[in-house]
Structure formats: structure tokens, C-alpha cells
């Protein structure tokens, strides 16, 4: 590879170790995914139960916003202690990393929701829990998908750091590049797909945002 140009020890790369860069970007992936699926099993009722207690509200989401001012590596070093090394270590850091969009959207959407609407539904004789979903999370669901969007893409970019802490994924291709000897191509092996990811997942959840949103417009 040391005579071939980055292009090409790039093309080099990915031809034969395709079922290796592969397997550590669904890994990649699924930690990701895990960790956003459970901050949406915490984070989704907890933004619905603070957009009816306004007083907690901001404390929620100041506590959500403290934890996303810690760097994600010290944050894993820190859930490491108590995990040990391993997968876990990073979902349970990407879960902390995703609370706060999603916390922050689903408190947003559910408060945007028009009164008039729930007072029919009231006067209509609907219970509380019935209001809940045939109105405001049917009206509110494109506000907290915006946040699930912004959740997966920030869960991506941390995922990467989990390499430190033995978990996997497209990041321990990229320190693989880092500690090799013109290691350029294979940096780019774990950047690229990574970034694809990104891109792709911010993709399909903005077309999902959207049409949850013309659903609700019409």
C-alpha cells in the first residue's frame, strides 16, 4: 500500500476488509439505535409529564443540558467505572447524550398543541389518557421526531468514542489508522461510513418528520 496514493489504498482497504469495516458499522449502528430507543422510552414520557408541571420543567431539562456539557470521552470514562469496558458502557452514555432533544422536543410539541382541540376532546367526554393519544402525540409526533433525529445523529458521533472502552465499531478502524504508519486511508475506512451513516439516518427521519407533519396539517 506505502506506493499507492490515499484514492487507492483507500479502494485497497475497503476490497479486503469489507466484511470487517461492514460488521463494525452495523455494530456501529445498533449501539446507536439502543441507546436512542431507550432515552425515547425514558425521555418521551418525562417531556410529556413536565409539559403539564411547567415548575420542573426547567430543572429537567437543566440537568438533560449539564450532562451534554461533559465531553462524551470523559463521560464514558466516567460510566466505565461503574459498567467496566464493553458495549453497555457505551449505550448507557449515548442514552444519557439523547435525553435531552428528546426530552426538549417531546416538551415542545406537546405544549404547541391547540387547546381548543383538548377541550373538545374534553367536552366529547374523552379521558386524560385518551386525549393523550388520539390528540396530542398524533399532533405533537413531528416535533419529537425532529428530536429523535437530532438524538440518532449526535448517538452516532458518540458511538465512535466507544472504541476507547472496547465496545466496537466504526471507531476502531479509525484508531486503527491513527496508530498505523501512513495510516490516512484507513482513517478514512471508518470516517466515511460513519459520516454516511449520519447522513442517511438524518435523511430518513427528516422524511419521516415530514410526513408526520403533512399528516398533521391536513
Known amino acids: 500500500m506505502k506506493d499507492m496514493n490515499l484514492l487507492q489504498q483507500l479502494i485497497y482497504y475497503f476490497t479486503h476488509n469489507g466484511q470487517y469495516i461492514l460488521g463494525e458499522f452495523n455494530r456501529h449502528f445498533l449501539i446507536s ?30 440537568i438533560a443540558n449539564v450532562i451534554q456539557t461533559i465531553p462524551s470521552l470523559a463521560l ?6 461503574g459498567l467496566g469496558l464493553g458495549v453497555n458502557t457505551v449505550i ?20 404547541n398543541v391547540n387547546p381548543d382541540l383538548l377541550d373538545a376532546g374534553k367536552g366529547m367526554g374523552m379521558t386524560k389518557m385518551q386525549r393523550l393519544i388520539q390528540i396530542e402525540l398524533p399532533l405533537s409526533i413531528s416535533v419529537i421526531m425532529a428530536g429523535l433525529r437530532s438524538a440518532l445523529v449526535l448517538a452516532i458521533g458518540v458511538t465512535a468514542i466507544g472504541s476507547f472502552v472496547g465496545a466496537g465499531g466504526l471507531g476502531d478502524i ?42 398533521t396539517n391536513h
Not at 425521555?43 to 430543572?59: Q, T
Not at 464514558?76 to 467505572?81: A, E, F, R, T
Not at 448507557?92 to 435531552?100: G, M
Not at 486511508?185 to 408526520?212: C, H, Y
Open 33 to 62: 439505535v439502543y441507546g436512542v430507543i431507550l432515552a425515547s422510552i425514558v425521555g418521551i414520557p418525562i417531556g410529556i409529564f413536565i409539559s403539564r408541571h411547567s415548575k420542573l420543567a426547567k430543572w429537567v431539562v437543566g
Open 76 to 81: 464514558v470514562s466516567i460510566m466505565m467505572l
Open 92 to 111: 448507557l452514555t449515548v442514552f444519557l447524550y439523547s435525553l435531552l432533544p428528546i426530552i426538549k422536543n417531546t416538551d415542545t410539541g406537546m405544549r
Open 174 to 215: 479509525i484508531i486503527r489508522g491513527t496508530n498505523a504508519t501512513n495510516g490516512g486511508a484507513i482513517i478514512l475506512a471508518g470516517a466515511l461510513p460513519t459520516a454516511l451513516m449520519a447522513i442517511i439516518s438524518d435523511l430518513v427521519l427528516g422524511f419521516l418528520e415530514k410526513r408526520f407533519a403533512a399528516r
